[in-house]
């Protein structure tokens, strides 16, 4: 319930939250599976700035050409 409207302000400001709700959208999913997977998505990227004490890189993981 607490990351419900962290997922929600994500999936509007975090491209990566938004790629993943969009994908999930297009595959047929309910909206509320896309939110529950966003949130899942904030949970991992927590506890990955917490585990490497790094700050969040918004471009860790994206291949540039």
Known sequence: AKLYMGAI????????????YTRLLL???VKMLAIGA??????H???GVLHT???????????TD
Do not use: E, T, W
């Open 9 to 20: 302000a994500a999936i509007s400001h975090n491209r990566h939250v938004k790629a993943q």
């Open 27 to 29: 595959k047929g999913k």
């Open 38 to 43: 966003a949130m899942r998505k904030l949970v």
């Open 45 to 47: 990227l927590c506890y």
């Open 53 to 63: 004490q790094q700050p969040y890189d918004k471009n860790y993981g994206v291949v």
